[in-house]
């Protein structure tokens, strides 16, 4: 599973400082990393809003579609998924039986991920429409570097305000060749039992059939984002 950021409590200065930044710039209101830069460290074990019981006679895995939410987007299409999942060696997605595109809900606001394995299903959840990231404490560097990799673009708008920014071409690219491929390397990893462990596989999992197929550093070396332009 791959947690987005969950926000500690703030002062009222902190707040009143956030406030007056979003009341000059549009940006997305959460970021998909904890405060510590880990992936499933809080609750990994929180299960969807939507279970699917494995059947164990799925022919071939479904792609479910749902609304994403107010202010909220698909960044990747079934067909994408499909094409993606292709070009896996296809034992892999012999267990696989459900990819759904998640709706955000008021609990995955609270606590938000990119995505999730869960059973025999694979859940992949909604951006903001804006494709900004916005963190309040310092990232740590594996999350600026993991990002980087598959072009995003951090800068400082405000003090104390780390924003990421995508285009919808490299957040199309990080969550197919990262987010899925991560989920996936959780479905097929049957060796592993203890957490740490698992997060480990599916992180190289993840750049073993992710990013290194895909053209590692040389395909994503030129990719840059164009940075918007709010009206104050």
């Not at 792609?63 to 034992?91: A, D, F, K």
Request: net charge positive; glycine share 6%.
């Amino acid at each position: 599973m791959r947690l987005r950021r969950q926000y500690p409590v703030k002062s009222a200065l902190r707040s009143a400082r956030r406030q007056a930044v979003q009341s000059h710039v549009s940006w997305s209101q959460r970021a998909r990393r904890l405060q510590f830069g880990a992936r499933n460290q809080c609750e990994p074990f929180t299960p969807p809003e939507d279970w699917h019981e494995p059947t164990g006679d799925e022919k071939d895995y479904r792609v479910i579609v749902q609304s994403p939410g107010e202010g909220y987007q698909h960044v990747v299409t079934p067909e994408q998924i499909r094409q993606r999942l292709e070009s896996v060696p296809q034992h892999f997605l012999e267990e696989l039986e459900i990819v759904q595109l998640s709706r955000i809900t008021r609990k995955k606001k609270s606590f938000p991920c990119y995505g999730m394995q869960w059973g025999a299903t694979l859940y992949i959840y909604p951006l903001e429409e804006s494709l900004e990231e916005i963190y309040y404490s310092p990232p740590r560097p594996e999350v600026i570097n993991e990002s980087k990799m598959y072009g995003g673009q951090w800068d400082r708008p405000e003090q104390g305000v780390w924003r990421l920014s995508w285009t919808p071409e490299t957040i199309a690219d990080f969550y197919l060749n990262n987010i899925l491929i991560h989920e996936l390397g959780h479905l097929v990893d049957d060796r592993n039992t203890n957490y740490t462990d698992r997060e480990r596989y599916a992180e190289w999992f993840a750049i073993e059939h992710g990013y290194l197929p895909t053209g590692g550093s040389t395909a994503r070396r030129s990719r840059q984002v164009s940075r918007r332009h709010h009206k104050k």
